[in-house]
């Protein structure tokens, strides 16, 4: 089974801040890594999908990019909705492994 | 609009047995793969089990093979869980989901918890 670890576990920011979330693969997946956010209470909502291509309707201040192995999250302008869990997710093979979870506080 | 709905969840003891169910509106389930994802009280996601457009192919996280079985019906647009042999550790949110071309799980339902305990 493929592993993947998201760091940091937990993150302190403020509304305004860039933030950057990586996920680290345990072999290689190509692009076929998926990010999601997840608030307590909701469905889980999928932001980007194959490492680099945003989700309709999620703002532009969302990005992600890599392959192979490494791949990272980046928000560029936290807003105040954005605090949440974070995910990563490959939907290289079975099973489809999510990340441990990045959780993303109000500084 | 795309919309999944489970069902069925609630206590059971360890050993029992639970099935969910996921109905579906807004798209037609046979041409998409299905796929279950929980969440325990106070931890991560975890993917379950998907399902093929047909039925005939089925994958599950090794936590749960021999004991979960998922599965569909195209005719009535749902897609179903059997939980058997249930654990403490099963204790969580399930939720359904579509699966999209690429493996990313766009539609997701609200989730029903399925709590195990005596």
């Known amino acids: 089974d493929i592993q993947m670890t998201q760091s940091p576990s937990s993150l302190s920011a403020s509304v305004g801040d860039r933030v950057t979330i990586t996920c680290r693969a345990s072999?290689?997946?190509?692009?076929?890594l998926n990010w999601y956010h997840h608030k307590p209470g909701k469905a889980p909502k999928l932001l980007i999908y194959?490492?680099?291509n945003l989700q309709t309707g999620v703002p532009s201040r969302f990005s992600g990019s890599g392959s192979g192995t490494d791949f990272t999250l980046t928000i560029s302008s936290l807003q105040p909705e954005d605090f949440a869990t974070y995910y990563c997710?490959?939907?290289?093979?079975?099973?489809?492994?999510f990340g441990q979870g990045t959780e993303l506080e109000i500084k | 609009e795309v919309q999944v709905v489970e069902s069925g969840g609630g206590l059971v003891q360890p050993g029992g047995s639970l099935r969910l169910s996921c109905a579906a509106s807004?798209?037609?389930?046979?041409?998409?793969?299905m796929s279950w994802v929980r969440q325990a009280p106070g931890k991560g996601l975890e993917w379950v089990a998907k399902?093929?457009?047909?039925?005939?192919?089925?994958h599950y996280v090794d936590s749960v093979k021999g004991r979960f079985t998922i599965s569909r019906d195209n005719a009535k647009n749902s897609l179903y869980l059997q939980m058997n042999s249930l654990r403490a550790e099963d204790t969580a949110v399930y939720y359904c989901?579509?699966?999209?071309?690429?493996?990313?799980?766009?539609?997701w339902g609200q989730g029903t918890l399925v709590t195990v305990s005596s």
């Open positions: 807004g798209f037609n389930i046979r041409t998409y793969w």
């Open positions: 989901a579509r699966d999209e071309p690429g493996g990313h799980l766009l539609h």
């Open positions: 399902i093929k457009e047909d039925g005939s192919e089925k």
């Open positions: 072999q290689n997946i190509r692009t076929f």
């Open positions: 997710q490959q939907s290289y093979s079975n099973p489809h492994n």
């Open positions: 194959a490492a680099s």
